[in-house]
């Protein structure tokens, strides 16, 4: 059962995670990052965790394009991210 868990995780996040950044990078999803939108942050972690965490302000680049976000963790800490390492969850209600 690990085996397949481990599986599942290590196919989520190289395929479904990718997927999601070159949407946000090739302009198809044209909604950019707002305060309040969640989001997960892409680092290596442990299988089947991942830490999430809401926007709170976005940093424009000189070129007027988003660039970093600054996110509160569920711990409450506050970490300035660059766009590359954060892909926004979409919901529909």
């Avoid at 196919?11 to 707002?34: A, F, P």
């Avoid at 809401?54 to 940093?59: N, R, Y």
């Avoid at 000189?62 to 390492?85: F, G, S, W």
Wanted: glycine letters at 4%; one cysteine or more; hydrophobic letters at 40%.
């Amino acid at each position: 059962m690990q085996r397949i868990q481990k599986h599942f995780w290590d196919r989520w996040s190289k395929e479904y995670l990718h997927t999601i950044s070159v949407q946000l990078k090739r302009g198809k999803d044209q909604r950019n990052l707002e305060p309040g939108d969640l989001v997960i942050i892409k680092k290596p972690t442990p299988y089947l965790t991942w830490k999430t965490a809401q926007a709170i302000e976005v940093h424009l680049g000189e070129d007027n394009i988003l660039r970093v976000a600054t996110v509160r963790t569920a711990n409450r800490t506050l970490i300035k991210c660059p766009m590359i390492k954060l892909c926004r969850l979409s919901f529909v209600l």
